[in-house]
């Protein structure tokens, strides 16, 4: 098969799933575009990753398996369509004062969670304090510059800010940011993610994660259009054959983040269809800054200059993906369509000898894992054979996901192969995860903290108009000098599956299923 071929954007597929639901029951919500032939109901699909559950905590974890739960369960102030269009979800609007820094959204009336409770500002209010200020929380990059959040009266909740935030708005689709009971948080955190029995998003659980498979169920009380499948069952799959097995003995639907060369040597058939998504965000080698052999940056620069991203591309991905150099993919504001430099053993040896320790040749480990980036495995033998060219060991160190995120989260690792994902085409999304330094996030898990890109990053966030474009290029300029880590390619995730096209896709780090008519 040629990738090319496949390489289609499934959001096109989703916006023929979903329906206009301006009324629907609960105050609505507004929907999507009239399909041309909606889908039928089913009662039931399994969904089947790679990767394992690490927690339903979202504070607590970075597992792709969990950010699809997160999704379908957690119920978002906004959700984003298919277009990459924020629209209203638990709220109806979102409003900024003169100087954005304070935005009021406004609930729903008569919101309710899955067990019939009221859901109401308080809870909302509550949601986010736990995610920007839960120990350790992942989510609390995009919340640093909240001052305080209020409930104002039962349905307007009040966001302070330090600093203006225009870009706020744009991260509260995300299924990270759900909303809780405040009662349920204040009572024990650990034990309500635990269990997680009450949510305010389209499924509830039916049962947490028992073996492999976690089960969840249409919330009746969900307040917007309800899902084209009643139940849904998030089930572990590690092996890519195993899961083609049981998607043609009918025991999966869909199978995702599958190895992109054997999605290429699977094709389509009659039943079972090969999807590649493409995500604003990028495939990244991450190195770790601050101690041992990259905190030297001319060893980060070295390794940028020496690896071939198109031979890597087309080793993994065949003509289904393009080398990625620059730091803002080429659908992204502050993109610089000469950034994408060709290899350069010359200049990466230049580097080499340059530094203290490298001048003759060195050692270095790299820690990987195949759960989340299933091509992982070949893509460290390619950075190991290319490196070993300008005299840099590269020693293997493969483990589980859950050992990765912890590692990584210490800085125990001296390369790291991951990916950074956006909300739709937001940049703001890429800044605060991968280069904003001293955020939770830690600069995409490097430890990369320079006091001239968190200026940058603090001018990009703050301001609109041509202020905004400029410093969106100045990412790019102080991301080349600096290279903390190694962007090698864009985001492309692969699936394979037996439903009807918009039924069910992965969308950015979300999982996104149609929905019927009310």
């Avoid at 991301?479 to 995730?493: L, N, T």
Wanted: charged letters at 20%; proline letters at 6%; aromatic letters at 8%.
């Amino acid at each position: 098969m040629n990738a090319k071929r496949s390489l289609r954007i499934y959001q096109a597929g989703i916006v023929a799933a979903s329906v206009v639901a301006l009324t629907a029951c609960g105050g609505g919500t507004a929907g999507t575009a009239e399909p041309a032939g909606p889908l039928a109901q089913r009662d039931s699909i399994v969904v089947a990753m790679p990767a394992a559950s690490q927690s339903l905590n979202p504070a607590a974890t970075q597992s792709p398996t969990d950010r699809i739960q997160q999704q379908l369960t957690n119920g978002t102030l906004f959700t984003l369509a298919p277009d990459g269009k924020v629209t209203p979800g638990l709220a109806t609007d979102f409003k900024f004062n003169a100087d954005y820094t304070q935005g009021t959204a406004t609930l729903q009336k008569d919101l309710k969670f899955s067990d019939g409770s009221a859901l109401t500002a308080e809870d909302v209010a509550a949601s986010f304090d736990f995610a920007r200020t839960a120990k350790g929380s992942s989510l609390a990059s995009y919340l640093t510059p909240i001052s305080s959040v209020t409930a104002t009266d039962g349905t307007t909740v009040t966001f302070n800010f330090s600093t203006p935030y225009p870009s706020f708005e744009t991260f509260l689709p995300l299924g990270s940011f759900g909303v809780y009971p405040s009662e349920a948080l204040a009572a024990g955190v650990d034990s309500y993610f635990n269990k997680l029995d009450v949510t305010a998003g389209q499924y509830k659980v039916k049962s947490t994660w028992a073996g492999d498979e976690l089960k969840l169920t249409a919330n009746e009380q969900y307040n917007g259009p309800q899902p084209l499948a009643k139940e849904v069952t998030i089930k572990i799959v590690s092996d890519a054959n195993s899961a083609i097995s049981q998607m043609e003995s009918g025991q999966i639907d869909f199978a995702g983040d599958l190895a992109p060369n054997f999605l290429n040597s699977l094709g389509d058939t009659d039943k079972i269809k090969v999807h590649y998504t493409p995500v604003n965000g990028f495939y990244d080698l991450r190195l770790w800054n601050p101690s041992g052999p990259f905190s030297d940056v001319n060893m980060r620069k070295a390794v940028n200059a020496a690896l071939d991203r198109p031979a890597i591309v087309s080793a993994i991905w065949g003509d289904g993906n393009e080398p990625q150099t620059g730091f803002w993919p080429s659908n992204m504001p502050g993109h610089e369509a000469d950034r994408n430099k060709p290899r350069d053993l010359d200049a990466a040896k230049k580097y080499l000898s340059q530094t203290e320790n490298c001048k003759t040749g060195c050692t270095v480990n790299m820690m990987y894992q195949d759960q989340s980036h299933p091509f992982a495995s070949q893509f460290a033998l390619l950075v190991q054979s290319q490196l070993a060219e300008i005299g840099i060991t590269v020693k293997l160190d493969k483990v589980d996901a859950a050992t990765a995120t912890k590692r990584g989260r210490a800085g125990d690792y001296d390369m790291y192969p991951g990916s950074m994902p956006s909300t739709g085409d937001n940049p703001d999304t890429l800044l605060n995860n991968a280069v904003l330094g001293g955020a939770p996030t830690n600069s995409e898990f490097t430890g990369y903290n320079n006091p001239k890109m968190n200026d940058i990053v603090k001018t990009v966030r703050e301001n609109l108009g041509d202020k905004r474009t400029k410093a969106l290029a100045d990412v790019e300029k102080q991301f080349a000098e600096d290279q903390p880590y190694v962007i090698f390619a864009p985001w492309v995730r692969g699936a394979a599956t037996t439903l009807p096209d918009g039924f069910f896709s992965l969308q950015d780090s979300r999982g996104q299923i149609g929905s019927v008519t009310k």
